[in-house]
Nanobody, 122 residues
Framework: QVQLVESGGGLVQAGGSLRLSCAAS????????MGWFRQAPGKEREFVAA????????YYADSVKGRFTISKDNAKNTVYLQMNSLKPGDTAVYYC???????????????WGQGTQVTVSS
């Protein structure tokens, strides 16, 4: 069973930082590419960042490049999204995602977590 559990969301001021975590099963973490998406109120869900199962490749949306960093902790079967220099426009529900194919996890991943709310105040 593929289970993804996000945590780390919260309320921060503009310019601040936040780190999101996504815990996965050993099987999922070892063979699946992982990613992060977000959805703001009234907006379509959009891609944020992705990392290959090996951790050797990463990909970011232009809107977060240089501010966000995706990484993996193999010992904890956890993927992280470090978010720095946060802007009010980053406010959204952030979803962890997984797929067997790295290219697919950047667009239409097969598995999703429940999401965690990130709110950035002005």
């Amino acid at each position: 069973q593929v289970q993804l559990v996000e945590s780390g969301g919260g309320l921060v001021q503009a310019g601040g930082s936040l780190r999101l975590s996504c815990a996965a099963s050993r099987r999922t973490f070892s063979v699946y590419a992982m990613g992060w998406f977000r959805q703001a109120p009234g907006k379509e869900r959009e891609f944020v960042a992705a990392i290959s199962w090996s951790g050797g490749a990463t990909y970011y949306a232009d809107s977060v490049k240089g501010r966000f960093t995706i990484s993996k902790d193999n010992a904890k079967n956890t993927v992280y999204l470090q978010m720095n220099s946060l802007k009010p426009g980053d406010t959204a529900v952030y979803y962890c995602a997984a797929d067997l194919q790295y290219p697919v996890v950047t667009s239409t991943p097969g598995y999703w977590g429940q999401g965690t709310q990130v709110t950035v105040s002005s």
